[in-house]
């Protein structure tokens, strides 16, 4: 039987390859389009080994609205998982304009071509950035959306974009995703998160640590107010969270109109408590420094994810060892990424 095709904008990046994956085996074909910026097209291989199926690779910018277009009247895709974007946030302060030209630019572009062509199911890869510095925690997806850095603000545009979409034209189906903190790798080792540079992420980076790429970890405050001094964040197996989006996904295909989830394991792991869990898993210490806090970082930060609980039936299963335990495999088996 044939399998209902999914586009996948940023297929070939670390959320988006993952999702590939869980896409393939609940019976869907992903059809990926990526600029490769930022990833590699060796990652299709690896979803195939993986899996048995290698995705096709449109290698486009979604900014090309004539080739996007085109690209829709050929495949005719049953829904969208839109993860293309930018996303480091002090990039986003230094470079604005690039920021809004390919997040929201982009999104513009590839809303007009499901548009025309009457593909109308989407599934968006929000953030919790949205959300900038909480009043309180857990944060539900009803709290202040207020970000602090360009990144966060593209992000807020394109949901209200996408809900302005669904106010107008009722045969819209949207799942807006925000997600906090995807961490670790499938647990093949054969894909997972490559930052090209300096990782701008913690557990990269703890693992480039470990692997003895970088000499130590900068640890930015042990004066915040939390246990142990240190900021507390809510880390998610990025499996899980492709589970996440598949689970969207179906939703979407069922349901017209918008629907805005938390995805998150709803607990806080601060990153001293993060730097013990890696060096359990890699067996090695982890050298690490105290630094003056960073403009802009907050104390605590984590989700109420229970509505996706009670709307997509998801809930995370993987343990905090277990994403430690996944980034190494990936990390001492690909020390220089898909290099």
């Given at each position: 039987m044939s399998r209902p095709r999914i586009l996948v904008t940023g297929g070939t990046g670390y959320i988006g390859s993952h999702a590939c994956v869980c896409l393939i085996e609940a019976g869907f074909e992903p059809v990926i389009v990526?600029?490769?910026?930022?990833?590699?097209?060796?990652?299709?291989?690896?979803?195939?080994?993986?899996?048995g199926f290698q995705p096709v690779l449109h290698e486009t910018d979604l900014r090309d609205s004539e080739a996007?277009?085109?690209?829709?009247r050929e495949i005719r895709p049953a829904a969208t998982l839109h993860f293309?974007?930018?996303?480091?946030?002090?990039?986003?302060?230094?470079?604005?304009?690039?920021?809004?030209?390919?997040?929201?630019?982009?999104?513009?572009?590839l809303l007009q071509a499901l548009d025309a062509g009457g593909c109308r199911v989407l599934v968006f890869s929000s953030s919790a950035t949205v959300y900038g510095d909480p009043d309180t925690v857990p944060i539900p997806e009803t709290a202040p959306?207020?970000?602090?850095?360009?990144?966060?603000?593209?992000k807020v545009i394109v949901e209200k974009l996408l809900l302005d979409l669904c106010a107008a034209d009722p045969r819209w189906h949207v799942s807006i995703?925000?997600?906090?903190?995807?961490?670790?790798?499938?647990?093949?080792?054969?894909?997972?998160?490559?930052?090209?540079?300096?990782?701008?992420?913690?557990?990269?980076?703890?693992?480039?640590?470990a692997a003895g790429k970088r000499a130590?970890?900068?640890?930015?405050?042990d004066d915040w107010p939390t246990a142990d001094g240190s900021g507390v964040r809510d880390?998610?197996?990025?499996?899980?969270?492709?589970?996440?989006h598949v689970a969207a996904l179906r939703h979407a295909l069922a349901n017209p109109g918008p629907l805005t989830l938390n995805l998150g394991t709803g607990q806080g792991v601060s990153v001293k408590e993060m730097i013990r869990a890696y060096e359990a898993a890699c067996g090695s210490q982890i050298p690490f420094r105290i630094s003056p806090r960073r403009p802009g970082d907050i104390?605590?930060?984590?989700?109420?994810?229970?509505?996706?609980?009670?709307?997509?039936g998801w809930q995370p299963r993987r343990s905090l060892a277990a994403m430690c335990k996944d980034s190494w495999h990936w990390q001492s088996n690909n020390p220089d990424g898909y290099q």
């Open positions: 990526d600029n490769l910026s930022n990833s590699s097209r060796i990652v299709t291989e690896r979803v195939a080994r993986i899996t996007i277009a085109r690209l829709v293309a974007g930018l996303k480091a946030v002090g990039e986003s302060v230094s470079d604005p304009l690039r920021y809004y030209d390919n997040n929201v630019c982009g999104t513009v572009s959306v207020r970000p602090t850095n360009p990144y966060g603000q593209t995703l925000r997600y906090f903190n995807p961490v670790g790798a499938h647990e093949s080792g054969l894909i997972g998160e490559a930052p090209r540079g300096t990782p701008n992420n913690l557990v990269p980076y703890i693992a480039q640590v130590h970890l900068s640890v930015f405050g880390y998610l197996h990025v499996m899980d969270l492709a589970e996440g104390a605590t930060c984590y989700a109420d994810a229970s509505r996706a609980r009670e709307v997509l």
